[in-house]
T-cell receptor, first 112, second 112 residues
Framework: SQQGEEDPQALSIQEGENATMNCSYK?????LQWYRQNSGRGLVHLIL?????REKHSGRLRVTLDTSKKSSSLLITASRAADTASYFC????????????FGQGTTLQVKP | NAGVTQTPKFQVLKTGQSMTLQCAQD?????MYWYRQDPGMGLRLIYY???????DKGEVPNGYNVSRLNKREFSLRLESAAPSQTSVYFC???????????FGNGTRLTVT
């Protein structure tokens, strides 16, 4: 079964609005990562947050991590049409197994 | 700097045929991975290699074999292709286990 589950599965917003995506996972983790995938392309790493961190920023991206609830959120502020993509969370289960497990993704559409 | 290069980009096989998907990275990364992506399933890990000379099974290894030829190259072989192996295959690499992944652009495989 998938380690990470994203919510919502699909999101449609207007340019300039904020987009929030959530990820829940099942086991303890070393870190949690967010990736973006444009149509027909490979995934691109966005941000990594470690299990002892609660919040991290990178440009217009803000990621939070709540290990007690086993959940994370990705906030994209002031969205642009170019942000249209699928977004995936990926977790590195505890114990450094070397396996990065991906969720099913959230498809974001930003309308100009 | 090419990053992660996958060949071929597209392939059509008949049931029972065999083929090898090639992957090479030029970032001197230690770890390499093979994922498959199916609609609604996200990415699932097939095999990974934490370092040169080692390989381990992921979530869905049945029907596949891998070879870590050297530090740069990690190939995925389908010995007897089945329609259930129709998918998009992504190779990825990282500096170390559970570090951010760098993805290739994928191989789109159809088995008829």
């Amino acid at each position: 079964s998938q380690q990470g589950e994203e919510d919502p599965q699909a999101l449609s917003i207007q340019e300039g609005e904020n987009a929030t995506m959530n990820c829940s996972y099942k086991t303890s983790i070393n870190n949690l990562q967010w990736y973006r995938q444009n149509s027909g392309r490979g995934l691109v790493h966005l941000i990594l947050i470690r299990s002892n961190e609660r919040e991290k920023h990178s440009g217009r991206l803000r990621v939070t991590l709540d290990t007690s609830k086993k959940s994370s959120s990705l906030l994209i502020t002031a969205s642009r049409a170019a942000d249209t993509a699928s977004y995936f969370c990926a977790t590195a289960p505890g114990g450094n197994t070397g396996k990065l497990i991906f969720g099913q993704g959230t498809t974001l559409q930003v309308k100009p | 700097n090419a990053g992660v290069t996958q060949t071929p980009k597209f392939q059509v096989l008949k049931t029972g045929q065999s083929m090898t998907l090639q992957c090479a990275q030029d970032m001197n990364h230690n770890s390499m991975y093979w994922y498959r992506q199916d609609p609604g399933m996200g990415l699932r890990l097939i095999y990974y290699s934490a370092s040169e000379g080692t390989t381990d099974k992921g979530e869905v290894p049945n029907g596949y074999n891998v070879s870590r030829l050297n530090k740069r190259e990690f190939s995925l072989r389908l010995e007897s292709a089945a329609p259930s192996q129709t998918s998009v295959y992504f190779c990825a690499s990282s500096e170390a286990s559970i570090a951010p992944l760098h993805f290739g652009n994928g191989t789109r495989l159809t088995v008829t």
